[in-house]
């Protein structure tokens, strides 16, 4: 207990949470984040709140796409994903390549997500 006149000192380093530009190939997918929709179509920016976060992208014609992000305070990056159409042709991230194989495996991935690429300012600015 501090005595009447005494101070306390707290000395504390507040780092941002973390942020991310989403990009999709097509783009115009869905985001929800942990169950929730987080109201953005891809690209987009998001805010994430420091842990792991299951990111799953919808969109019409195309395979739902599940990934885990783990997320820690002050990172920011890039996370994109390559979707595949009902017919199983996979999209790809390479501007090279026009049209992908055949993807029979589920789309499931784990990515530590901690680039450091600039992003332009966020446009979904609820933390989730």
């Known amino acids: 207990m501090l005595s009447p006149g005494e101070r306390l000192a707290l000395n ?7 942020k991310f530009q989403v990009v999709s190939v097509p783009g115009g997918a869905g985001l929800y984040i942990d169950g929730k929709t987080a109201n953005c179509t891809t690209p987009c920016n998001i805010t994430l709140t420091p842990g792991t976060h299951t990111l799953v992208f919808k969109k019409e014609g195309f395979r739902d796409y599940e990934t885990m992000v783990r997320a820690h305070a002050g990172d920011s990056g890039v996370i994109s994903v390559a979707l595949t159409d009902l017919s199983g042709r996979k999209y790809s991230l ?3 390549i026009k049209e992908g194989n055949q993807n029979k495996w589920p789309q499931r991935r784990e990515q530590r997500a901690s680039f450091q690429y600039p992003l332009p300012p966020p446009t979904c600015s609820e933390a989730f």
Not at 12 to 18: D, G, K
């Open 94 to 96: 390479d501007p090279r």
């Open 12 to 18: 504390m380093t507040l780092l941002p949470y973390p």
